[in-house]
Nanobody, 126 residues
Framework: QLQLVESGGGLVEPGGSLRLSCVVS????????VGWFRRAPGKEREEVACLESSGRTATYMHSVRGRFTISRNNDKTTVYLQLNNVKPEDTGIYYCAEENRFLALGACPPREYTSWGQGTQVTVSS
């Protein structure tokens, strides 16, 4: 059974850093694109970053470009999101996601994400 488990969230001051991890088990991780999403209080969920299956090419939403980095370790079936120089508007619940294995492209953007983690809270505040 496919399972995604995030960790690494917490309280961080503006300008600080945090590293989120997502361990994926039960699937074909190394063939699929993965993404990080976030839902800020009172807002819709938004895609923060996507990383294609080989880990070579990533895409980012405009507001995090140059501050966040998505990466993956296919041997450990884990995807990471490094958050640097965080801002209060980065506050939210962060979710990892994996693309639909039956419609897999292995590239960003995928046709759809169908597997999700439970989320990890990131709060940026002084």
């Amino acid at each position: 059974q496919l399972q995604l488990v995030e960790s690494g969230g917490g309280l961080v001051e503006p300008g600080g850093s945090l590293r989120l991890s997502c361990v994926v088990s039960g699937g074909t991780f190394n063939l699929l694109a993965v993404g990080w999403f976030r839902r800020a209080p009172g807002k819709e969920r938004e895609e923060v970053a996507c990383l294609e299956s080989s880990g070579r090419t990533a895409t980012y939403m405009h507001s995090v470009r140059g501050r966040f980095t998505i990466s993956r370790n296919n041997d450990k079936t884990t995807v990471y999101l490094q958050l640097n120089n965080v801002k209060p508007e980065d506050t939210g619940i962060y979710y990892c996601a994996e693309e639909n294995r039956f419609l897999a492209l292995g590239a960003c953007p995928p046709r759809e994400y169908t597997s999700w983690g439970q989320g990890t809270q990131v709060t940026v505040s002084s």
